[in-house]
């Protein structure tokens, strides 16, 4: 009986592990292991965001997504893998992290397609002036202090890789500083009632042109890294050129699809597929060109003729987004965060450094910047406050970085907590600034967690 029990426990152990004839040989996995994996993965990562996504709103006034975000880091090496790396290599071994990056990829993407149905053109015609002057201070300001701090940083082994140029390694922390975390952006101002709202449609914009933008100057930090001239010149030329394609073209290749939709009443099986076939497309074209899939998703939403057909995107597809789709995304940029090569007085003072540096060219430029155009100073404050979130936009980007040899673990680290941190004080510092007199005067519905989600994603004809 004891033989047996143990046996059993044994086998019940070994579950996790790889399986199929070529066990022995080779440790390989096979499609049934990938399936065991992922089923656990998403059931365990479900978990974690919703309790840490609960928690961050009840004490911490935090929106779903911040506290989303956090789950992520908490689920990798930083915590999790520090505490119970056997159990952790077991549940996220390296092996799976392919399935997690497809279905983060796809999720993010499917959601600034869906952040890009509600966005109100006719708010950015009329704040074109200011969108135009924040994007242009959001971008000059981050690489002006860039060029200031690099040649430092160069000089703190271990930071950068080797060779580096002061060039490349200027434009890749500009590009780092830059970001707007353009998804984490968007749900924060969809969780917040912003969405349908001139400063939501501002902040969005400017976010998405900074974003662009450093996608392209990363491009061009790849280039001089070995990756060639023509990465850049592709990732430029190609974005632009989808952009005014669908700006100029694509609506009105897309007004035959909202015709069928308001003639038919609703947004039928074929018609869906439709839709998501061309968001596959536009994702795909992003990613091929090196900018990013969230940007073809954006885009096409953007385009997409409002009214009954977006009601209806967002009634189908939305929630298993926002549910399932997204906390994928956090996780999977978690397993790659490593805090604890920070370890040091001399680094946490680097990481201090960086991080008011960072805080000092986004919220604060993006503040002169708005002002300058004309808006009041409340308005002006939020949208710094907004653009100054990073998340893990930034994520990605030096993700990108570490995985091409431009930035060492320790540098990966830093940044990885100033995106946490300007993250953080996103929400709390726009409340402070904007958000509670905007309420208080009926400007902006109550804070209500899903609800006020739900309600910012409903699309009202622009």
Not at 203 to 209: K, V
Not at 433 to 442: D, L, M, P, Q
Request: charged share 10%; aromatic share 8%.
């Amino acid at each position: 009986m004891t033989d047996m029990l143990n046996e059993l426990l044994q086998t019940v152990g070994d579950v996790l592990g790889a399986h199929g004839p070529a066990v022995n040989a080779a440790q390989s996995y096979t499609p049934t292991d990938y399936s065991i994996h992922f089923f656990l993965q998403i059931a365990v990562i479900l978990l974690v965001c919703r309790v840490v996504g609960w928690a961050a709103k009840k004490f911490l006034g935090q929106p779903q997504v911040v506290g989303e975000m956090i789950a992520g880091v908490l689920l990798g090496p930083s915590l999790f893998g520090l505490v119970f790396p056997d159990l952790q290599a077991a549940l996220f071994p390296k092996e799976t992290r392919n399935m997690l990056y497809v279905g983060a990829q796809f999720g993010v993407g499917l959601y600034m397609f869906l952040v890009g149905t509600t966005l109100r053109l006719d708010h950015f015609q009329s704040k074109a002036k200011s969108a135009v002057a924040v994007s242009a201070a959001g971008i000059a300001a981050p690489f002006l202090f860039a060029a200031m701090i690099t040649p430092f940083l160069l000089d703190v082994p271990g930071l950068f890789t080797d060779g580096l140029g002061q060039a490349s390694a200027t434009l890749f922390m500009g590009a780092c500083i830059a970001l707007t975390a353009f998804p984490m952006l968007a749900r924060i101002i969809n969780e917040r009632g912003l969405a349908n709202t001139s400063l939501g449609t501002l902040s969005l914009t400017a976010g998405a042109f900074d974003d662009a933008v450093s996608w392209c100057v990363l491009a061009i930090v790849l280039a001089t890294f070995g990756g060639g001239p023509a990465i850049a010149l592709i990732a430029i030329i190609g974005g632009l050129g989808f952009a005014l394609f669908m700006y100029f073209v694509g609506r009105r290749l897309l007004i035959p699809l909202g015709r069928a939709v308001e003639a038919s009443g609703e947004l039928s099986h074929g018609l869906l597929a439709v839709v998501l076939m061309l968001y596959a497309m536009s994702a795909f074209f992003m990613d091929a060109v090196g900018i990013h899939a969230v940007f073809g998703g954006f885009l096409l939403g953007a385009c997409m003729p409002r009214g009954l057909l977006t009601e209806e995107i967002k009634r189908k597809i939305e929630p298993l987004t926002v549910v399932f789709l997204l906390p994928m995304f956090f996780t999977y940029s978690g397993l790659n965060t490593q805090l604890t090569t920070v370890n040091s007085l001399s680094l946490l003072a680097i990481a201090l450094g960086i991080l008011l540096v960072s805080i000092a060219a986004k919220f604060g430029a993006c503040w002169l910047a708005a002002r300058l155009a004309g808006e009041d100073n409340r308005t002006a404050l939020g949208i710094g406050a907004l653009m100054n979130a990073r998340g893990l936009m930034e994520l990605i980007i030096i993700n990108i970085g570490l995985q091409k040899g431009i930035i060492g673990p320790t540098l990966f680290a830093i940044m990885v907590l100033m995106a946490i941190v300007t993250t953080v004080m996103a929400g709390p510092l726009f409340e402070i600034v904007y958000g509670r007199k905007a309420r208080a005067a009926g400007e902006l519905g109550t804070l209500g967690g899903e609800a006020s989600h739900d309600e910012a994603l409903k699309v009202r004809p622009a």
